[in-house]
């Protein structure tokens, strides 16, 4: 068993205390990033429910910080400290925001492969959900070669940095393997995401 201070259940309840229900994208993101995360553990045989949690924990503080996007992940430390999380998972989680400038991480770089897990799983949602919109909605019949093209599209889902998917490489995952891991984890939700 993973050695996780709290369950899933648990794991909602806490990303409730500080974030809209009202919200579905990030709600739709939390689940999506979950999903990928135990999808990708499973391909690696490591501990999906660990991993899992990472995806769904990984913006705990987006609620409370996204007006001012330069906050976020300065919150979540404490917060996840205070849930009984130990000091690598609140590190992994907040290794999505190296690059950026939010919680001093603009000049840091992802080193393990939870890190570039996370990273690339969390970058990945948007990409796979825009997309499904795009098809009205659907994801059960997506296929990784339509994914593909729209990957390669820079101008579609502009918002979703290509490098970061990328560093699926970093976990011995090729680009189009990765694609097909995150519809693949996506399709399992598809329900509590809106999609069909």
């Not at 007006?67 to 992940?73: A, G, K, Q, R, V």
């Not at 404490?78 to 989680?93: H, N, Q, R």
Request: hydrophobic share 35%; glycine share 8%; aromatic share 6%.
């Amino acid at each position: 068993m993973p050695n996780l201070p709290i369950n899933r259940k648990q794991a909602i309840e806490l990303l409730k205390k500080y974030n809209s229900e009202k919200d579905s994208s990030d709600w739709n993101h939390f689940l999506e990033s979950e999903a990928i995360m135990k999808e990708v553990a499973e391909r690696l045989g490591e501990d999906s429910e660990k991993w899992g949690m990472l995806g769904l924990l990984h913006d705990i503080d987006w609620g409370i910080t996204k007006n001012n996007t330069t906050e976020h992940l300065t919150k979540a430390p404490l917060i996840l400290k205070e849930a009984g999380f130990d000091d690598e998972f609140i590190s992994d989680v907040v290794s999505h925001g190296c690059g950026f400038e939010c919680a001093g991480l603009k000049d840091k770089k992802r080193k393990n492969k939870e890190e570039f897990a996370l990273a690339a799983s969390e970058t990945l949602t948007g990409l796979i959900h825009a997309y499904a919109i795009m098809r009205g909605k659907k994801i059960s019949d997506m296929e990784i070669s339509g994914l593909k093209k729209k990957f390669k599209d820079k101008a579609f889902a502009a918002g979703c940095n290509r490098d970061i998917i990328k560093e699926c490489e970093n976990l011995g995952i090729p680009i189009d393997e990765f694609l097909g891991i995150g519809i693949s984890g996506m399709k399992k939700i598809k329900d509590e995401i809106g999609l069909s």
